[in-house]
């Protein structure tokens, strides 16, 4: 079965850094693009970033609001993608979801979550970022 299990989240004080992890099963992970989105309570997921497959150089994207401090990266050893969080805010609080996407879709070089129908995604993982 294809599957995805995100772990890593947890309680975490504002200004500290946090690794989130996505392992994959039933498939090798960079033969696709994997991008990771969030979901706070109350509010519409929202796309963070995206790695691309191995058709070419592992490109990686984010979102216009990461502005430098969350670094996804992939380790095809361990079939994994992880997405680092540094210099965590309240805002940041929030479930987070790896998925594995058709395509990383970006506009004006920032990436934006737009699922489709044969997209699959974990169970999240909950990060909460305290003041």
């Known amino acids: 079965d294809v599957q995805l299990v995100e772990s890593g989240g947890g309680l975490v004080q504002a200004g500290r850094s946090l690794r989130i992890s996505c392992t994959a099963s039933?498939?090798?992970?960079?033969?696709?693009?994997i991008g990771w989105f969030r979901q706070a309570p109350g509010q519409e997921r929202e796309g963070v970033s995206c790695?691309?497959?191995?058709?070419?150089?592992?490109?990686?994207y984010y979102a216009r609001f990461v502005k430098g401090r969350f670094t996804i990266s992939r380790d095809n050893a361990k079939n994994t993608v992880y997405l680092q969080i540094d210099t965590l805010k309240p805002d940041d609080t929030a479930v987070y979801y790896c998925?594995?996407?058709?395509?990383?879709?970006?506009?004006?070089?920032?990436?934006?979550?737009?699922?489709?129908?044969?997209?699959?995604w974990g169970q999240g993982t909950q990060v909460t970022v305290s003041s």
């Open positions: 790695i691309s497959n191995n058709d070419g150089p592992a490109t990686t």
């Open positions: 039933g498939f090798t992970l960079d033969d696709y693009n």
């Open positions: 998925v594995r996407e058709e395509l990383c879709s970006v506009w004006g070089g920032n990436y934006f979550l737009d699922l489709r129908p044969d997209d699959v």
